[in-house]
T-cell receptor
Framework: DTAVSQTPKYLVTQMGNDKSIKCEQN?????MYWYKQDSKKFLKIMFS???????INETVPNRFSPKSPDKAHLNLHINSLELGDSAVYFC??????????????FGPGTRLTVL | GENVEQHPSTLSVQEGDSAVIKCTYS??????FPWYKQELGKRPQLIID?????GEKKDQRIAVTLNKTAKHFSLHITETQPEDSAVYFC????????????FGSGTRLSIRP
């Protein structure tokens, strides 16, 4: 199936731990994104990569570090997890993020719970 | 920076009636406006989009209208059905060297049987 996939779907961990979320897309898109959706359902962009290069880096703590080994993958590593990091994290991809407005396709989300 | 305001935050309509969700944006250079539907526990999915060179676009029961002068755009759902119940997000984007989509705060639509 052509899609954006994320792992894991659920992540429960203790405060202070380090965790990673993986994202892969097989749509052939050149731009990938990470979004955070809080309990009020507000969708906020965190990072965007175009062809493995960081192009958007919103005001997020430097405990969050994205890594893009190739244009089909964008992983998110989070150090020293805090209670406020609990949210659903969505990966997304689109084609031509630099050239113009095109639809973004979202992954299924990773529900992160920090205890 | 771009700001997108979305109203109402919640909307309840009788099955078969129409639903309208409105959004305003601040950056007059924005030229791409997608709408996403997010069902409970699922991912946001694109349902319709419109570009600034078009004033209206329709896809079966869903239509979007754009007023560039007033900087607002609306989603219209006609003949609503139970499966239309979801959270709907509008968004605005402009082409630039670091294009990003700014989402509205969402509208929770409930269809009453």
């Amino acid at each position: 199936d052509t899609a954006v996939s994320q792992t894991p779907k659920y992540l429960v961990t203790q405060m202070g731990n380090d965790k990673s979320i993986k994202c892969e897309q097989n749509l052939g898109h050149d731009t990938m994104y990470w979004y955070k959706q809080d309990s009020k359902k507000f969708l906020k962009i965190m990072f965007s990569y175009n062809n493995k290069e960081l192009i958007i880096n919103e005001t997020v703590p430097n405990r969050f570090s994205p890594k893009s080994p190739d244009k089909a993958h964008l992983n998110l590593h989070i150090n020293s997890l805090e209670l406020g990091d609990s949210a659903v994290y969505f990966c997304a991809s689109s084609q031509g993020g630099l050239a113009g407005g095109t639809p973004q396709f979202f992954g299924p989300g990773t529900r992160l719970t920090v205890l | 920076g771009e700001n997108v305001e979305q109203h109402p935050s919640t909307l309840s309509v009788q099955e078969g009636d129409s639903a309208v969700i409105k959004c305003t944006y601040s950056d007059s250079a924005s030229n791409y406006f997608p709408w996403y539907k997010q069902e409970l526990g699922k991912r946001p999915q694109l349902i319709i989009d419109i570009r600034s060179n078009v004033g209206e676009k329709k896809d079966q029961r869903i239509a979007v209208t754009l007023n560039k002068t007033a900087k607002h755009f609306s989603l219209h759902i006609t003949e609503t059905q139970p499966e239309d119940s979801a959270v709907y997000f509008c968004a605005a984007m402009k082409y630039s060297s670091a294009s990003k989509i700014i989402f509205g705060s969402g509208t929770r639509l409930s269809i009453r049987p």
